[in-house]
């Protein structure tokens, strides 16, 4: 079941990206905006089912509803993409955050 809404999400984020993507070029920036947001909260619901399937999976407890795993959590799970990128470093000092001067805060 998982799988099939996690489809069905990156279909709708796919297609929103691919609208804004069009607005854009049409000079149309509001609506592309909009659809580019669409895209991003489709993407986000397609990660949270592919979450529930892969803990389903595993056979561990689902995450809690409402508590999205940071990017930190989810980079240590050794069996996670980005767990060699973490283990190697990424080159960031810090929290990485920029100031508006476009300067690293740490």
Known sequence: M?????????Q???????????CV?????DRAHTHALMARTAADAAETALRYALAEE???DPPPVGVPLSVEQE???EDSPGYERHRR???VQGNGLQ???????T
């Open 75 to 77: 980079s240590l799970a």
């Open 25 to 29: 070029e049409l000079g149309e920036i």
């Open 89 to 91: 470093g990424n080159g």
């Open 58 to 60: 595993r056979g561990e």
């Open 12 to 22: 709708l984020a796919v297609h929103d990206a691919q609208v804004a993507f069009d």
């Open 2 to 10: 998982n799988l099939q809404e996690a489809n069905r999400q990156l």
């Open 99 to 105: 100031d508006n001067a476009g300067e690293i805060r």
